[in-house]
């Protein structure tokens, strides 16, 4: 059993030490492999680095070359640039140049201008010097002549204007004493008027012309006359201008101012319905007219006052109201205009709880100086609150209608109900027409400017503004100033005025004396 026991522990101890031997060897051999392994990743690393390096140095040098590359580029593009610019400034420089060249050209041109504006001055002044002395001497040749001095001449033609005065104050008094007459007929045909006045009145068209049919083409001829006499008596005293052209069986009468147009229109038709036609019938048919004319402005002016509910007013705001009738702004009828706001305020007023009779008053009224604005210096308004002033409106109805332009602030509600009005009337589609009030301004001004001169008693633009008739009182100017005059009234016109093609200026001076056999 010993021996048993002694081999076995033997061969445990063999098969330990084999054990160990084997731990041993297998140990070192993992090691060896282990580390071969590693000497190659240290191989593999390294050579991958190698790699990288040469790979990051031809990076490198392949990026220099294109950074020398676009320097180059760059270089090249602003040198280039450069090049441009300073072509440009070079150019400039010529033109600076050949200007600051002209410029002393011009500069010497002036100054060899002035100084022969300087000689002539100083030549004018030493002629001025002789022409005075010669004046002098002429006035002292003058007094050895006529023997008297020239305090004495002066009161020789003083006491020669003085006769003349007397003269002239006879003939004055004459013509006052046939005024007073027709002033006193006239205002007894107005009294009558004002009992025999209607409600109603047609419609004027608003247009510039007006045609009147004739019974044949004869009477055409007994129109014009004998040398056209008759038609030039109708035209001087109507200012409208009758055209006779191949129209068959009727006249054209054309003129801006519809109460003209009107006053011709009635005066040729009764001219024709009573056949007799010459210079002194057209004068009384003419008067006539005038007086209907009159007389209808009148009815129309109480017809507006009876349409509106507006009454109490002046005879003379009743006349002046009628002549809105025949007055147009921008294309729009100025009475109709006037009723048409009053109608408005009325409404409003009565839906606000404001004054109706106050603001229907201050709407008609608003616009009553358009009916002597061309007489009157200033604007509509001013000289509707004068007007309105003169013929005792109350404050409230003058303030109401001050206001529709903007000229003063409105400090009740009907002043503003009367601009609210105004507006609407002016915006309502088709009631202005522009190029209809910008013909007649320019009709108007014409005569203005003609009526503008010492001695002018009437003045008609005739033929679409293209002449202006203009009468003067032969009494202030004589023939010999007629020339003189209208060199005055062409280049007044020229400053002023705007028009296409040329106006003829027509100046007539005519005397008359009238006596009665009683």
């Known amino acids: 059993m010993g021996k048993i026991n002694q081999a076995n522990i033997q061969m445990m101890i063999i098969v330990l030490l084999v054990a160990g031997i084997s731990v041993a060897a297998g ?33 490198k040098k392949e990026k220099l070359v294109e950074a020398k590359e676009e320097v180059h580029k760059l270089r090249a593009e602003a040198e280039k640039e450069y090049k441009e610019r300073r072509n440009e400034l070079q150019k400039y420089e010529k033109r600076v140049l050949q200007k600051e060249e002209t410029l002393d ?27 005075s002395k010669l004046v002098d001497a002429q006035m002292q040749k003058l007094e050895d002549v006529s023997k008297l001095t020239l305090d004495e001449a002066k009161r020789e033609i003083l006491s020669m204007a003085e006769r003349e005065v007397k003269q002239e104050m006879a003939i004055m008094v004459k013509d006052l004493e046939s005024k007073a007459k027709d002033e006193a007929e006239k205002k007894a045909r107005e009294i009558v008027s004002y009992a025999i ?80 036609i010459h210079p002194s019938r057209i004068e009384e048919m003419v008067e ?45 009828n100025v009475l109709k205009h006037s009723v048409e706001i009053s109608h408005l305020c009325g409404i409003m007023a009565t839906e606000i709880g404001a004054d109706p009779k106050l603001a229907k008053r201050a709407g008609l009224l608003h616009d009553i100086g358009k009916a002597v604005d061309h007489e009157m210096e200033g604007t509509h308004v001013e000289i509707g609150m004068d007007l309105l002033r003169r013929y005792k ?29 105004d507006a609407i009337s002016a915006a309502r589609p088709g009631a202005r027409g522009e190029t209809l009030e910008a013909y007649i301004k320019r009709l108007e001004k014409l005569e203005e400017i003609s009526n503008d001169f010492e001695g002018v008693d009437k003045s008609y633009a005739i033929q679409a503004g293209r002449e202006v008739r203009i009468l003067v009182k032969p009494e202030d100017i004589n023939d010999a100033g007629l020339p003189l005059l209208a060199r005055n009234i062409t280049k007044r016109i020229e400053q002023e005025m705007e028009y296409p093609g040329q106006i003829k200026v027509n100046i007539i001076r005519e005397t008359r004396a009238i006596d009665y056999a009683k």
């Open 27 to 59: 140990y070192f051999i993992r090691k060896k492999i282990a580390e071969g392994k590693l000497n190659e990743a240290e191989t593999v690393v390294k050579r991958m680095i190698d790699d990288a390096e040469k790979k990051a140095e031809s990076v």
């Open 105 to 131: 050209k011009k500069i010497s041109q002036v100054e060899e201008k002035d100084n022969r504006y300087n000689d002539k001055f100083r030549k004018l002044q030493e002629k001025e010097e002789d022409i």
């Open 197 to 276: 006045q209607r409600c109603a009145a047609d419609h004027v068209a608003e247009t510039t012309v007006s045609v009147v049919s004739l019974p044949n083409d004869e009477m055409k001829g007994r129109i014009i006359g004998r040398e056209g006499r008759n038609i030039r008596t109708l035209e001087t005293l109507t200012g409208v201008d009758f055209i006779i052209d191949d129209t068959p069986e009727a006249v054209v009468l054309s003129a801006f101012d519809p109460i003209r147009r009107e006053i011709a229109r009635i005066a040729l038709e009764r001219l024709i319905s009573d056949g007799r």
């Open 288 to 332: 006539k007219a005038k007086v209907e004319v009159d007389t209808m402005i009148k009815e129309e002016g109480e017809k507006a006052s009876f349409e509106t509910g507006v009454f109490g007013l002046h005879p003379e705001l009743i006349k002046l109201l009628g002549r809105l009738k025949y007055r147009t702004s921008y294309g729009q």
């Open 393 to 421: 409106e109350s404050k409230d109805v003058i303030h109401a209608m001050s206001t529709h332009h903007g000229d003063y602030e409105p400090q009740s509600v009907e002043a503003v109900l009367v601009t609210a009005a």
